[in-house]
């Protein structure tokens, strides 16, 4: 039995391990962050808050009923039920239930409903936007990722290279062709390059690292991240900044929210200004008396109760004004929303033509790198070029391809926050 345990203890912890270390696509990472963020947590219970304000609001429409009891001693002189007053203790018992409705109040509780409602739509638009920034946050740490395994193996090859060559070379230093000099200046080459190896290690760790936080995962030392194929395929065209723009006014969260909160305000003005009307309500009661257990007929009634305001201290006024001082501060909310909006996007857009040109740039280098290192082999080969000629074709190589490899994601990812603008 025991080593039945040990061996699904064992298995377990093989599946366990296998399935940490499989590759994440960006969509899971991006549904893992949404699931996991406390911030889309908390912004959910405020949209289940405001959702119980609205529907609160509408069951206000509704009549009231209640029922109460009461019970009472008496001691020494005391009233009887008709009215006369006798020398001893007595008590008495009374239950019933009354009904209250709202027939007319000008109009608030129609007007609170829409506020409410204003308030829910604003909740789901704040929580829209941060998932929107969260998705964001992610794609960005992922692409890092992405850039940072992509020098790791840039590197690594680059040491491949040159560990090939020092193989290769050692013969020729032990058959006397070759000075023992350069075989030393080529480990040294492999030193350095291997030192390259180990920092572009250790920030594809520290990318790894910043992408499981913004997951919130306990652990990234088994994370893994999936390179997609067709990474550059479908990211080709640059938007215009008009049409996102034009878009976004329709579809970004931060602006639905600043126009909500602007209709919220234009329905607290309805309801401060409800006050000015006369309210009119119906009451319904009915009840029974019993005074030392003997009851009393039951008791029926019905009315209606009209109030009238008439002088409030200038108070319902001054909650129109302030109101209505509200609604000037929300537009201008809405205006600072579409202006940074509009430089938002502006400037991703140029980012996005910035890097889309040093991407083209950059691939043009590499392409010239690697002809400029295969010319220096061949001269090296033929005993026209140094070691430091050659190696320094390589290096430049090397940097035009990591140069290259940085403006790929960089393009990426500025092509990504302008299409999330839309």
């Known amino acids: 039995m025991r080593k039945i345990i040990i061996l699904v203890a064992a298995l377990l912890t093989a599946l366990f391990v296998s399935a940490?270390?499989?590759?994440?696509?960006?969509?899971?990472?991006?549904d893992t962050a949404l699931a996991n963020n406390r911030n889309i947590k908390q912004r959910e219970l405020i949209r289940q808050q405001n959702e119980i304000a609205w529907k609160q609001s509408r069951n206000n429409l509704l009549p009231s009923l209640n029922a109460s009891a009461r019970h009472n001693w008496s001691f020494g002189r005391s009233e009887v039920t008709n009215g006369t007053k006798i020398d001893g203790n007595s008590n008495n018992s009374s239950f019933g239930f009354s009904s209250d409705l709202t027939i007319f109040d000008g109009l608030k509780m129609k007007y609170d409903i829409d506020a409410r409602m204003t308030d829910l739509k604003k909740s789901e638009a704040d929580l829209n936007?941060?998932?929107q920034d969260i998705a964001l946050s992610v794609a960005s740490a992922f692409l890092q990722v992405l850039y940072n395994k992509e020098l790791v193996q840039i590197n690594t090859e680059q040491c491949k290279l040159t560990s090939n060559r020092i193989e290769q070379q050692q013969s020729l230093v032990k058959s006397g062709r070759l000075a023992e000099g350069e075989l030393l200046e080529l480990q040294a080459q492999l030193a350095k390059e291997e030192v390259t190896r180990t920092e572009s290690e250790g920030s594809l760790k520290l990318a790894l690292l910043d992408l499981a936080q913004i997951l919130e995962l306990p652990d990234f030392e088994n994370l893994d991240v999936e390179v997609p194929a067709d990474l550059l395929e479908s990211e080709l065209q640059v938007l215009s900044a008009n049409s996102v723009y034009e878009s976004a006014l329709k579809n970004r969260a931060e602006i639905k929210s600043a126009e909500y909160q602007l209709q919220g305000s234009e329905k607290n003005v309805l309801i401060a200004k409800?006050?000015?009307y006369p309210t009119l309500s119906f009451g319904a009661s009915a009840g029974k008396s019993f005074y030392n257990l003997h009851p009393t007929p039951f008791n029926t009634s019905l009315g209606l109760t009209l109030n009238v305001p008439i002088f409030n201290k200038l108070q319902v006024?001054?909650?129109?004004?302030?109101a209505q001082i509200e609604i000037q501060s929300n537009q201008i909310n809405v205006e600072n929303a579409k202006l940074e909006l509009r430089k938002n996007i502006q400037q991703a857009y140029y980012n996005a033509v910035s890097a889309k040109a040093k991407l083209e740039a950059s691939q043009k280098s590499v392409n010239s790198g690697a002809e400029?290192?295969?010319f220096a082999e061949k001269k090296y080969e033929g005993g026209?070029?140094?070691v430091y000629e050659l190696y320094?074709?390589?290096?430049n190589y090397a940097r035009?391809?990591?140069e290259a490899t940085q403006a790929k994601y960089e393009y990426v990812f500025r092509l990504k926050m302008l299409e999330l603008y839309k």
């Open 317 to 322: 006024r001054n909650n129109v004004k302030t």
């Open 20 to 30: 940490q270390s499989k590759a994440w696509s960006l969509q899971q990472c991006v």
């Open 274 to 276: 409800s006050a000015y």
């Open 400 to 402: 035009a391809q990591s």
């Open 129 to 131: 936007k941060i998932k």
């Open 392 to 395: 320094q074709a390589k290096n």
């Open 372 to 374: 400029a290192y295969r």
């Open 384 to 386: 026209r070029a140094n």
